[in-house]
């Protein structure tokens, strides 16, 4: 059974940081790009940064320079540091694995930028 879950959101003020992991389980990790998206109120879904099997990374204009995604092979998880949050930062953040036509979600952490 795949999993893939998700930790670490949370209320914090402008100008904070948060971390957030995802942990997979059931899937060969190595094989999987893994990506970070986000879904605000009343907005769709958007991709945030994502990571491949090689370590190419690509990130959203809007994260530019304050997010930092990052993988760690032998923990099976997805990291993604935000720095200098801003309230259009929150949303639900998502975790996701893709290989080919193959992906999978977790179910999402919640992330507030509020003073």
């Known amino acids: 059974q795949v999993q893939l879950v998700e930790s670490g959101g949370g209320v914090v003020q402008p100008g904070g940081s948060l971390r957030l992991s995802c942990v997979t389980s059931?899937?060969?990790?190595?094989?999987?790009?893994m990506a970070w998206h986000r879904q605000a109120p009343g907005k769709q879904r958007e991709l945030v940064a994502d990571i491949t099997t090689d370590g190419r990374i690509n990130y959203a204009d809007s994260v530019k320079g304050r997010f930092l995604i990052s993988r760690n092979t032998a923990a099976n998880t997805v990291y993604l540091q935000m720095n200098s949050l801003q309230p259009e930062d929150t949303a639900d953040y998502y975790c996701?694995?893709?290989?080919?036509?193959?992906?999978?979600w977790g179910q999402g952490t919640q992330v507030t930028v509020s003073s």
């Open positions: 059931g899937i060969n990790f190595s094989l999987y790009t």
């Open positions: 996701k694995a893709a290989r080919r036509y193959t992906y999978y």
